[in-house]
């Protein structure tokens, strides 16, 4: 029997529960259980200014994660009661009650927005009013936020399904599986949909190419190999969205290893030791991913070899790296937003949101970028 790995059945513990926040740098949920030590935050010399542009307010994540969706100047998030709303430039422009507890959002492509539930509901309401436009079913538990484009909505399972719907009407076009170890992670991470590709990472450390038109499975690329001698010890799990630059597609895996390759073929580029559930961001110089224990490093885009580390955040529940403006900007468990020197990981700026933990991954909106918190604080952010 399949089994897919949980520390409850209650919603995600955000301190503790390694898989279930994919997008922060999470404790491993296989030690001991002693206690952890978090980096105390020391005085640092500024040079870029965070401004809060606007702040507004969605229901409580409750442990769940959480993503805004960004669209020109509109920002659309969700909370876990059922409520979605839409904002523009501090503005609330609709709220919908969708009545159904949700598990994950949200996506958009600016004319649809998607959210979805734990009984693997997937519901679509109109980006201008917020009207319910359809409802469908994915096979299962969906935490990750959908993937909307203008031909296709592809959502990600627990179990690792992919299921891709008609974004008019909601009509199932195709779903891919593929066989999956017998323990494996419960990911958060979004799909990535590229011109005729769908990129998904899978537990066993791969990362999958599916052809967005029909389901059918391009290539498949070794991002780590199971070790050990343990099911534990043999989880290699690739729980972080994968990120792409120019013809250069790059994913890491939990107990493994980060790895780039060749966005056409599948061939690798280069590989390096690394663990991490939080994930990695890429720009047209460099790598920059967070390990298991809040160490960002930066990594050289075409050789893999190492550019800097930052160890100063050390166990503070990292989010996924965001490039901005030249910057790498990442979150904590406290709201913090930091902000690094993208050439030396020096800090050079930081700010706080609302004092809950930030477990989504940041959302680029122009020149900055929108926070949501596990309050429901959302936040739209500019570096200066």
């Known amino acids: 029997m399949r089994r897919h790995y949980r520390i409850s059945a209650a919603p995600l513990v955000l301190v503790t529960l390694l898989a279930g926040l994919t997008g922060c740098s999470s404790l491993n949920p296989f030690s ?40 020109g100047q509109k920002v659309f998030a969700a909370g876990r009661n059922g409520v979605v709303a839409a904002f523009e430039d501090g503005k609330r422009l609709w709220k919908t009650d969708v009545d159904q507890k949700l598990s994950a959002g949200v996506g958009s492509d600016g004319k649809l927005v998607v959210v979805a539930t734990s009984k693997g509901d997937v519901i679509a309401l109109s980006a201008d009013d917020g009207k319910v436009l359809w409802r469908a079913k994915a096979g299962s538990e969906v935490l990750a936020p959908p993937a909307v484009t203008s031909d296709l909505v592809v959502v990600k399972g627990s179990d690792y399904r992919l299921f891709a719907f008609d974004p008019a009407d909601g ?22 949909v590229v011109d005729r590709y769908v990129f998904s990472g899978f537990p066993g450390g791969k990362l999958v190419a599916v052809a967005s038109n029909n389901g059918a499975a391009l290539w498949e690329g070794t991002v780590a ?59 047209n110089r460099q790598v920059y991913a967070v390990d298991d224990k809040g160490t960002i490093q930066a990594f050289d885009r075409f050789s893999g070899s190492s550019v800097w580390k930052q160890d100063k955040l050390s166990n503070r529940q990292l989010t996924t790296p965001l490039v901005r403006r030249g910057v790498v ?43 949501e918190t596990q309050k429901g604080g959302v936040f739209a952010l500019d570096l200066q």
Not at 334 to 350: M, Y
């Open 32 to 71: 001991s259980g002693d206690k952890i030590k978090v980096a105390e935050l020391k005085p640092i010399q500024a040079s870029v200014d965070v401004k809060t542009l606007w702040s507004e307010s969605v229901p409580k994540a409750e442990g769940y994660v959480f993503t805004p969706a960004v669209a």
């Open 171 to 192: 009509r199932k076009k195709w779903t891919y599986q593929r066989q999956t170890p017998p323990l494996a992670l419960r990911s958060t991470a979004p799909v990535l």
């Open 225 to 283: 190999l199971p070790k050990g001698t343990t099911e534990l010890d043999r989880i290699a799990d690739v729980v972080a969205g994968p990120v792409l630059e120019g013809n250069q597609i790059c994913a890491v895996a939990y107990q493994g290893r980060i790895a780039c390759f060749d966005l056409q073929t599948g061939n690798s580029l280069w590989a390096r030791d690394f663990s991490s559930t939080a994930g990695l961001a890429i720009d």
């Open 329 to 371: 900007v990442t979150a904590d468990l406290e709201g913090r937003v930091h902000v690094l020197n993208r050439d030396t990981g020096a800090f050079i700026g930081r700010s706080a949101t609302d004092g809950s933990p930030v477990t989504a991954p940041l959302v680029p909106q122009g020149a900055g970028f929108v926070v």
